[in-house]
C-alpha cells in the first residue's frame, strides 16, 4: 500500500490507493510493473542541463539511456579508431569485479598495485630493457592512455635536460622537442602545455614520415629530445629509429650534446616486436631513453590504459617520483592522476598471462593477413592508390587514396559508405601534404576475412553510386554535412562563431586521424 500510494501521475498528483485491488491482488510495485514505455518517463524529455528532483525506477533508466546510445556508431564498424572493441568474456569478468577498485590505494589494493608493476616488467622486457643489478623492477608506469604517458615522458625529458643546463650554469628557457609533422594531436598538446618550442619534419611524397636526416639537423643545444613513431597515425608506417639512432649518436658523439629518443609505440608497440621482432627500434638503440605504447590499441583492452617505460632510472629525474611505502618497500608513484582504476591494468594482465608472446603473434598476424588482402583487393580495383605499407612493415591499416580525378573525393566516399554504417575516416596528410586527401581503415582484432568482404562490397558499391550522382548533388549534400557539423559544435560549446569554427576546423583537420 505505501508503494501504490507513492505512484505518480503525470500532473505529480498521487494516485489514489485502490483498497479493493490491494486486498484482491496485494500491493504492486510500480516501479517494475509499469511498462517501460508506457511510464511517465518515457514520454518526457530526459534532463540534459539540472539534475531531476525525483528519482526514477533503474530498469527505465538503463533502457531509456540504451535508446539513446543506439543512435551512436558501432563500434565494430568504426575504422577510424585504433581502439580495443572486443575481449574475451573471461577478460570481461575481471573489468566487472574490479571496476570499484581505485589503482591509487596501493594500502588497500596492494595485489592490484603488484600487478601493475608485473606489466611493467613484462612490457620493459619485451622492449629489451637493460635489466637492473638485483633483478629491480623495471622504470614504468600504468596510465589513462598514451596520451598521459607522453605528457609524462615529455615532462621526463624537459627536465632532465633543465638540470644538466643549469649544472653548466646555461639558460633553460628554449627546450625544444624534434618530431615529424605526422604525430599525432598529443605531441601537440605536450608541447603547448609544458612550453616547449616544437620543431616538426614535414613529410614529403618521397617519405610520408619523419626522415631521420632532417630531424637531427635540427637538434641543437636547446633541443630535450626527438620522438620518433612506431605506426605513423597518417600512413601506419614505422619511423626509421635505427638510422635516427645511429645519425644522433654520431652528431653527439661530434658536438657534445646528449639528446635522447623517445618512441611513441603508442600502436606499434603491440605489433611490430610480434610480427617484425628483429627490427631494432626499442632499448636495444643506445639513445632510445622511453617509450610509450597503449594498452587500449594492438594490447588488446578495452580503453583505457597506456605505458611508460623508462631505459633506467637515469632517465626519469628523482624530484618528478612521489613514493610511498604502504607495501613495506619505497614504491616509486608518477602520474598525472591520482585516482585511477585497476580494471584496465588488470586487462592488460589477463592479455599477457593469455596471450603470451605465441597468442599475440597469432592474433597480429591475422591482422597484417586481413590488412594485406583488403590492400591488395584495393589495388586490383584500379580505382585507389595504396598509401601504407603491406607486409608487416607498418601497422595492420590500410591508408589509400583514389587514383583517378573524379567529380567527388574521399570526403564523399567517407559520407556514402557511411551510409552502410562503415566509419571510414576521410583527412588530409600532414603539413608538407596537406593538398593529398586520403582513407584510412584500421584493421582491429575483430575484422574477419568475411567482414574484409563486405567492407570491400560496400566501397565498390559506394563508388558505383558517386558515379551516377550529378555535381550539384553532391554539392548539396556536402553543405548539408557542413551544417549539422556546425551546429552541433554551437550547440555544445555555446561562444562558437561561424568564424571561431572554419579556425578551429582548419586546425584539426591534421589531427582527425586518431
Not at 613484462?122 to 589513462?144: Q, V
Request: hydrophobic share 40%.
Amino acid at each position: 500500500m505505501v508503494l501504490l500510494s507513492l505512484r505518480v501521475q503525470e500532473n505529480g498528483d498521487e494516485v489514489p490507493v485502490d483498497e479493493k485491488e490491494v486486498e484482491t491482488y496485494g500491493t504492486i510495485d510500480y516501479s517494475t510493473a509499469v511498462p517501460i514505455y508506457g511510464s511517465r518517463w518515457s514520454g518526457r524529455e530526459l534532463p540534459k542541463n539540472k539534475i531531476p528532483e525525483r528519482e526514477a525506477p533503474p530498469h527505465v533508466v538503463k533502457h531509456l539511456i540504451k535508446d539513446e546510445l543506439a543512435l551512436d556508431g558501432n563500434p565494430a564498424l568504426n575504422l577510424a579508431s585504433f581502439v580495443t572493441t572486443y575481449m574475451e568474456g573471461e577478460a570481461r569478468d575481471l573489468l566487472a569485479q574490479t571496476a570499484s577498485v581505485n589503482l591509487v590505494d596501493l594500502e588497500v589494493y596492494p595485489q592490484s598495485a603488484e600487478i601493475s608493476a608485473r606489466c611493467v616488467n613484462m612490457i620493459a622486457n619485451l622492449y629489451h630493457a637493460p635489466a637492473e643489478k638485483g633483478d629491480h623492477p623495471a622504470i614504468g608506469t600504468s596510465t589513462i592512455g598514451s596520451s598521459e604517458a607522453v605528457m609524462l615522458c615529455v615532462l621526463a625529458l624537459k627536465r632532465r635536460w633543465q638540470f644538466a643546463r643549469k649544472e653548466k650554469g646555461l639558460p633553460i628557457d628554449k627546450p625544444n622537442l624534434v618530431m615529424g609533422a605526422n604525430a599525432q594531436v598529443c605531441w601537440h598538446k605536450a608541447v603547448r602545455y609544458l612550453e616547449i618550442e616544437g620543431r616538426e619534419v614535414n613529410v614529403t611524397e618521397e617519405c610520408l614520415y619523419m626522415d631521420p636526416k632532417k630531424a637531427v639537423e635540427m637538434v641543437d643545444e636547446n633541443t630535450i629530445g626527438v620522438v620518433a613513431i612506431l605506426g605513423s597515425t597518417f600512413t601506419g608506417h614505422y619511423e626509421d629509429v635505427k638510422t635516427l639512432d645511429k645519425l644522433l649518436e654520431a652528431k653527439c658523439k661530434k658536438t657534445g650534446l646528449d639528446v635522447g629518443i623517445h618512441v611513441d609505440a603508442a600502436s606499434g608497440g603491440f605489433v611490430a616486436p610480434f610480427i617484425n621482432p628483429d627490427l631494432e627500434w626499442d632499448f636495444r638503440l643506445k639513445r632510445v631513453i622511453s617509450i610509450n605504447v597503449s594498452g587500449h590499441k594492438y594490447g588488446l583492452v578495452y580503453p583505457g590504459v597506456g605505458w611508460a617505460i623508462w631505459r633506467s632510472k637515469e632517465y626519469l629525474p628523482e624530484d618528478l617520483i612521489f613514493w610511498v611505502n604502504y607495501l613495506g618497500t619505497d614504491q616509486a608513484s608518477f602520474t598525472l592522476n591520482f585516482s585511477k582504476g585497476s580494471s584496465s591494468v588488470i586487462a592488460q594482465y589477463y592479455n599477457l598471462l593469455r596471450f603470451g608472446r605465441a597468442g599475440y603473434t597469432r592474433v597480429m598476424s591475422n591482422l597484417i593477413h586481413i590488412s594485406d588482402y583488403i590492400a591488395d583487393q584495393l589495388v586490383k580495383s584500379d580505382q585507389f592508390i595504396l598509401m601504407s605499407a603491406t607486409g608487416g612493415q607498418g601497422l595492420p591499416l590500410i591508408a589509400f587514396r583514389l587514383k583517378h580525378e573524379k567529380h567527388y573525393d574521399e570526403y564523399d566516399v567517407a559520407s556514402k559508405i557511411r551510409e552502410r554504417g562503415w566509419v571510414l575516416p576521410a583527412y588530409t596528410m600532414a603539413p608538407g601534404l596537406e593538398h593529398v586527401k586520403m582513407l584510412r581503415a584500421v584493421v582491429r582484432e575483430d575484422m574477419s576475412k568475411n567482414r574484409a568482404d563486405i567492407l570491400l562490397r560496400d566501397l565498390q558499391a559506394a563508388l558505383e553510386s558517386l558515379e551516377k550522382t550529378d555535381k550539384a548533388l553532391l554539392q548539396h549534400t556536402r553543405d548539408q554535412h557542413k551544417s549539422v557539423g556546425h551546429k552541433a559544435l554551437a550547440k555544445r560549446g555555446h561562444h562558437v562563431t561561424p568564424e571561431t569554427y572554419n579556425s578551429q576546423r582548419k586546425k584539426l583537420k591534421r589531427t582527425q586521424a586518431c
